[in-house]
């Protein structure tokens, strides 16, 4: 059964890090472009970070720059997302998607990741 299983959110103060975890099963993950998305009630998904078919590269949404890294294991069959200098407007929930179909990056193509998480709540607040 191919699953992506999302963990590691959580509550955390301004400013600190935080590491989220995408564990997948039924494929292995490393020959597949997977990202990490996430949303807001009442709001649109939006794309976060992508790393392409066998990391190849990596794409980051501009808020993404300079404070999240998404990297994989190819070991464990994991993606990760550190995610530092957090700020309250990353509050939303994170979800990871894998696109079995193309090799490159593209947030605007959510509909090409086939593959969901159920997601997992990062909320960052004083």
């Known amino acids: 059964q191919v699953q992506l299983v999302e963990s590691g959110g959580a509550l955390v103060q301004p400013g600190r890090s935080l590491r989220l975890s995408c564990a997948a099963s039924g494929f292995t993950l490393r020959y597949y472009t997977a990202a990490w998305f996430r949303q807001v009630p009442g709001k649109e998904r939006e794309g976060v970070s992508c790393?392409?078919?066998?990391?190849?590269?990596?794409l980051h949404a501009d808020f993404a720059k300079g404070r999240f890294t998404i990297s994989r294991d190819i070991i464990e069959n994991k993606m990760y997302l550190q995610m530092d200098s957090l700020k309250p407007d990353d509050t939303a929930i994170y979800y990871c998607?894998?696109?079995?179909?193309?090799?490159?990056?593209?947030?605007?193509?959510?509909?090409?990741?086939?593959?969901w998480g159920q997601g997992t709540q990062v909320t960052v607040s004083s």
């Open positions: 998607a894998t696109d079995f179909y193309h090799s490159d990056c593209d947030f605007g193509r959510a509909d090409r990741f086939g593959v």
């Open positions: 790393i392409a078919k066998s990391d190849a590269g990596t």
